[in-house]
């Protein structure tokens, strides 16, 4: 049985056989010229969610916030802290690459 997965969803390139996902393959996403720096304001401590829905209408999308700063983010919920500089891509490159 093949399964599909939301546009939205980090594994949206994640092939299924039926018996096991494939492998999964990060997205690589380079710096881009629109890309901007933010610092984690504390509304936002561990909340990478609520940034997501109020930056691109979207909670399920808080994953691009680790994708993006693999570097300083190792766990996406317990390293977003307020406080913390995070490179945010805008909401339409973004929307351009899912």
């Given at each position: 049985m093949m399964t599909t997965f939301d546009k939205r969803s980090i594994y949206r390139k994640t092939s299924n056989d039926g018996f096991f996902l494939?492998?999964?393959?990060?997205?690589y996403l380079p710096q881009h010229s629109t890309d901007y720096y933010m610092v984690i304001?504390?509304?936002y401590d561990l909340k990478p969610g609520m940034l997501a829905y109020n930056l691109y209408?979207?909670?399920?999308?808080?994953?691009?916030?680790?994708?993006y700063n693999r570097e300083t983010i190792i766990d996406p919920l317990f390293d977003f802290?307020?406080?913390?500089?995070?490179?945010?891509?805008?909401?339409?490159r973004l929307l351009s690459l899912i």
């Open positions: 494939g492998y999964y393959e990060p997205l304001p504390t509304e209408g979207d909670a399920q999308l808080l994953w691009i916030f680790s994708i802290r307020a406080g913390k500089i995070i490179r945010v891509p805008t909401k339409e």
